[in-house]
């Protein structure tokens, strides 16, 4: 006895590709990108302009913005001293650059191992 079905039509594979992913995945990636800026954030070379007391750092932080307008300088406090640093460079090779620039009007700047 032999039996025959009749399909109207068969379809083997269909062309949308489903990848199933765990529900968490996104979080951790982007934990794992933040962590990865953090880290490239330590590994960077930055100037130091100066160190010392408050009243004196607002003179030196004014003093910068108004020679060097389009470059960003931030000021922060350690034990015991205020400090101006600027920029995050990825080489020597960049902060040296810009650290030759600097010193014409920062003669004290120098350059900070990450």
């Known amino acids: 006895m ?3 079905v009749f399909v109207p039509s068969l379809h083997a ?10 529900q968490n995945l996104d979080n951790v990636l982007e934990r794992k990108l933040s962590l990865d800026k953090k ?3 330590k590994n960077q070379y930055t100037i130091q302009i100066f160190s010392g007391n408050y ?4 003179v030196y932080l004014d003093s910068f913005s108004n020679a060097f307008p389009s470059r960003y300088a931030k000021l922060s406090f350690e034990t ?3 400090k101006i640093r600027v920029g995050k460079f990825g080489t020597r090779l960049e902060g040296s650059q ?9 003669p004290e700047a120098f350059l900070l191992k990450p």
Not at 55 to 58: L, S, Y
């Open 39 to 41: 880290r490239l954030a």
């Open 13 to 22: 594979q269909d062309n949308a590709l489903v990848i199933k992913t765990p």
């Open 98 to 106: 810009t650290l030759d620039t600097l010193r014409v009007k920062f």
């Open 2 to 4: 032999i039996l025959f």
């Open 80 to 82: 015991p001293n205020y």
């Open 55 to 58: 009243e004196a750092a607002k």
